[in-house]
Nanobody, 122 residues
């Protein structure tokens, strides 16, 4: 199983970025996918998650209404669309896969990709 997050970069406050998570070796029809981030000096936190099959998503309060997780089908990348970015969104973003139930608890995810850095300047 391999996951690879990409699409990070530098933007100004209010800007947008779309991150991609390429998944191989498992089907997202049967596995949930989560997005997490870790800012410098802070603990990793959940950003959002998508249930197996893509039927439902959930988001952390800090990003609700600004971030959206989507995918076209089980073989395509999973996307994290980030709008109205704020300096506090600056972090390394990771995607991870786990069991069938989406969760914001990172311990439920057993496959992690390398992160991609998002920097938001004021």
């Amino acid at each position: 199983v391999q996951l690879q997050a990409s699409g990070g970069g530098s933007v100004q406050t209010g800007g947008s970025l779309r991150l991609s998570c390429a998944v191989s070796g498992l089907s997202l029809d049967y596995h949930a996918l989560g997005w997490f981030r870790q800012a410098p000096g802070k603990e990793r936190e959940g950003v959002g998650c998508m249930s197996s099959g893509g039927g439902s998503t959930d988001y952390a309060d800090a990003v609700k209404g600004r971030f959206t997780i989507s995918r076209d089908n089980a073989k395509n990348p999973v996307y994290l669309q980030m709008n109205s970015l704020k300096p506090e969104d600056t972090a390394v973003y990771y995607c991870a896969s786990g069991g069938p139930t989406a969760s914001s608890n990172s311990s439920t995810y057993n496959n992690w990709g390398q992160g991609t850095l998002v920097t938001v300047s004021s």
